[in-house]
């Protein structure tokens, strides 16, 4: 029987040749091949080697400029191109993008989860029209992030033309060496994931390595008898995996997340008392996202991203008691609990259930989301947003324009300024102490992560809620609809923004129940919207 063979991490990464492809499999630093990655670093810097390499993930993999993850591996020489769907965390690389020292291709996340199917069926690439009318389309920038990309004369993207119908095609990239990462593995090779807290894509991205002939390097935090893992807990056959390293170190290389070790509440193995889940201050953000949730309607299913959704979104919904009728999920393949914050971003305390990240993009391409809640940078008077590219940053998309491409409900949450914005909130209303320094509503994004004119015709209710005022897009643009109290229309709102929206005839002032500390009964808002 064909069994991996046991190396240590110094030996993994000599499988690594030069100007190769190298697929890693993880989400901020949940399932970080931590070992590995450290080890790869290592050589590079003491011998130049591996170099010139193709880096192919599908998320985000760092934790808010922290050490770990992406950040071992994103060095100029080390790196030739990065095909990826998110970079915010990573410092070091959005450094590599910015400077142009690496080429940068930024895709959709789920198309990239899914893109692993269609490679290991010998498919001719993933065709959707996730991504037309935006930056990935190629024919507006091809999810070209610096000008290194623009100038390198490969492409990741083309529009295709089935039965009268336009689609991106999602191009095939052949992966040479592949890291994953299990708890354990058995004698002959048998991978298991029990201990780790997403599921991930880890077997379509072997299935896709294996068609193209690359290894598969599993890092474990150790190897177990043979029978010790039932049959339907073997997350990855022995006979696909070439190679297994022991975590010599997993207090430090094989840990949980980047905030802990190891929690058996994020993997459904106990649950947390309800004691024990963070009330969060009454903060702006908080206020924002209060505000958000009172569009919902009850027994419906959400999506919340990064940033203020994803910070607030789970602690308001166990404050205010609403899990029964409110069904989180994010994009890793969570449903139900407490999700963890942005640096641990894709987790979950007390999940309902736990599926496949791959899986879950089949939800939100396909059927689409009931309501989604997602941040936002830049909006213009057509309802574009740009959540991608902030300046010379480029974080990438991560699931954005796949989960908004389809979502019934868009919801966006922001400030309405940015760069040290100060207010205050009381039954009297907002009081801005401080204006940002930047303004958000401009008269053009610099690029197009959601396009507003193919929303309005696919027929998604948008909205955009800031701390003073809330949006919505309409057929001729985007509207105002609702201000909070307190604040003056043409200083506070008009005149910092770069255009002049739709305002409603009559509109709607922001009930200050929302500013109040403690529960705000959000319930009853949800309830009379049915």
């Excluded at 009318?133 to 999810?143: A, L, S």
């Excluded at 990309?149 to 089935?162: F, L, N, P, R």
Aim: include cysteine.
């Amino acid at each position: 029987m064909r069994k991996p063979v046991v190396i240590s991490a110094k030996e993994a990464v000599n499988m690594i040749q030069d100007n190769t492809t190298l697929g890693i499999i993880a989400m901020t630093q949940v399932s970080a091949s931590t070992a590995i990655l450290k080890e790869i670093e290592k050589s590079f810097m003491e011998n130049g080697h591996p170099r010139a390499l193709t880096y192919l993930h599908t998320c985000g993999q760092a934790s808010a400029g922290q050490p770990g993850g992406m950040q071992y591996i994103a060095h100029e020489g080390l790196l030739k191109r990065v095909i990826g769907g998110h970079w915010g965390q990573s410092s070091n690389m959005m450094n590599l993008i910015k400077e142009n020292k690496i080429e940068a291709f930024n895709l959709p996340q789920g198309q990239m989860a899914n893109m692993f199917h269609s490679m290991a069926l010998r498919e001719p690439g993933k065709l959707s029209k996730v991504g037309l009318g935006t930056y990935i389309d190629p024919r507006i920038e091809g999810g070209k992030m610096n000008q290194c990309a623009k100038d390198s004369g490969y492409d990741t993207v083309a529009i295709v033309t089935v039965d009268g119908e336009e689609y991106i095609q999602y191009k095939p990239v052949p992966i040479d060496t592949l890291l994953i990462r299990g708890t354990y593995a058995d004698e002959n090779g048998n991978i298991s994931t029990e201990r780790e807290a997403m599921v991930l894509e880890i077997l379509p991205a072997v299935m896709a390595t294996k068609r193209w002939g690359g290894k598969v390097i599993c890092q474990v935090e150790r190897i177990v008898k043979n029978g010790s893992i039932g049959p339907k807990d073997v997350i990855v056959p022995g006979v696909l995996v070439d190679a297994v390293v022991v975590c010599e170190h997993p207090y430090e290389d094989h840990r949980q997340t980047y905030s802990w070790y190891y929690d058996p509440t994020y993997t459904g193995e106990v649950l947390a008392p309800e004691g024990d889940l963070e009330i969060l201050p009454t903060d702006m953000r908080k206020i924002i996202s209060r505000r958000a949730v009172a569009e919902l309607v009850p027994d419906m299913i959400i999506n919340i991203g990064t940033g203020i959704p994803n910070e607030n979104f789970g602690p308001i919904i166990a404050e205010e008691n609403l899990s029964d009728i409110v069904t989180i999920t994010v994009e890793s393949g969570v449903y139900g609990g407490v999700p963890a914050g942005t640096i641990d971003f894709g987790i979950s305390q007390n999940a309902q259930a736990l599926i496949p990240h791959d899986r879950q993009f089949e939800l939100y391409n396909g059927t689409g989301i009931d309501f989604t809640f997602m941040g936002a940078g830049e909006m213009d008077k057509d309802g574009n947003i740009n959540a991608t590219k902030m300046g010379s940053k480029a974080p990438g998309a991560g699931g954005f324009i796949d989960i908004t491409a389809t979502a019934k409900n868009i919801i966006f949450c922001s400030s309405f300024t940015g760069g040290g914005l100060k207010t205050s909130f009381s039954d009297e209303g907002i009081k801005i102490e401080q204006e940002g320094k930047f303004k958000k509503l401009v008269q053009k994004v610099q690029q197009i992560s959601y396009n507003g004119k193919l929303a309005y015709e696919r027929g998604q209710n948008m909205v955009y809620i800031t701390e003073r005022a809330v949006f919505k897009l309409t057929e001729n643009g985007i509207m105002l609809v609702e201000i909070a109290k307190g604040v003056d229309l043409q200083k506070d709102i008009l005149d910092q923004m770069e255009f002049v929206p739709l305002i409603a005839e009559k509109l709607k002032i922001t009930d200050t129940n929302f500013y109040k500390e403690g529960a705000c009964d959000l319930r009853s808002i949800i309830e009379r919207n049915i």
